[in-house]
């Protein structure tokens, strides 16, 4: 398998729409791993993973990681929309670096203003739907911690990549539309997160990035 694809999700609606462009757009061999509960992914079908306890995104995604089969391994959020040849553009970039360098490849994310409200600093460079090598993510020993819930899991990922002297990769023809519209299961169920996951990072790496003008500055 080239490629899988983590979608953690709730909301039957979105991952439909999610998944219909996932399979519509990447044009390479690719697995959909879903990770829900069992009733919405008896309503999904396809491969999936059991999370009734819908404890964390964080938990949910390593859940999913126990089941890749794929070379490579991305993380999408069911609010993602790939587009055309996304993964296959960011696959043939992050193919020609150094196998022994562990690579973190970070897409360009837009919305519907057309900036990219998810690429920004940590005082080093992070993605927000990461995607690594299966091998990478073994030598590198986390993807997205669960000492996280819901939020800074992505940068942490960054930063720990950085640690190791790896590299994340830009590949500005990759393509993923992403609107975060937060609705009122997703504040009652993340948002209440958001100041232990931020106070743990910044204990961690000693300093926190600010939000601005949607990108994140040191």
């Not at 819908?54 to 993602?80: F, Q, R």
Request: glycine share 8%; with cysteine.
């Amino acid at each position: 398998m080239k490629l899988s694809i983590i979608l953690p999700t709730l909301r039957i609606d979105n991952a439909k729409r999610c998944i219909q462009a996932i399979n519509a757009n990447t044009y390479i061999e690719h697995e959909i791993i879903i990770v829900s509960t069992a009733e919405i992914l008896n309503c999904l079908g396809g491969v999936g993973v059991v999370d009734d306890k819908c404890i964390g995104t964080t938990y949910a995604i390593s859940n999913g990681l126990e089941k890749v089969s794929g070379e490579w391994v991305v993380t999408l959020s069911d609010d993602a929309i790939p587009c055309p040849h996304w993964v296959g553009h960011m696959i043939t970039i992050l193919d020609k670096q150094p196998k022994d360098k562990i690579v973190l490849g970070n897409f360009e994310v837009f919305d519907h203003t057309g900036t990219m409200p998810h690429i920004g600093y940590y005082g080093k460079q992070f993605s927000m739907f990461p995607i690594m090598r299966q091998e990478d993510i073994k030598k590198l020993g986390v993807y997205y911690s669960t000492d996280f819930n819901s939020f800074y899991s992505d940068p942490n990922l960054g930063m720990e990549v950085a640690k190791a002297h790896g590299e994340v990769i830009n590949v500005p023809t990759a393509k993923i539309y992403h609107v975060f519209n937060p609705d009122e299961m997703w504040k009652n169920s993340k948002a209440k997160y958001w100041e232990h996951d931020e106070l743990l990072f910044k204990e961690r790496w000693g300093y926190l990035g600010e939000w601005k003008n949607c990108e994140v500055i040191q």
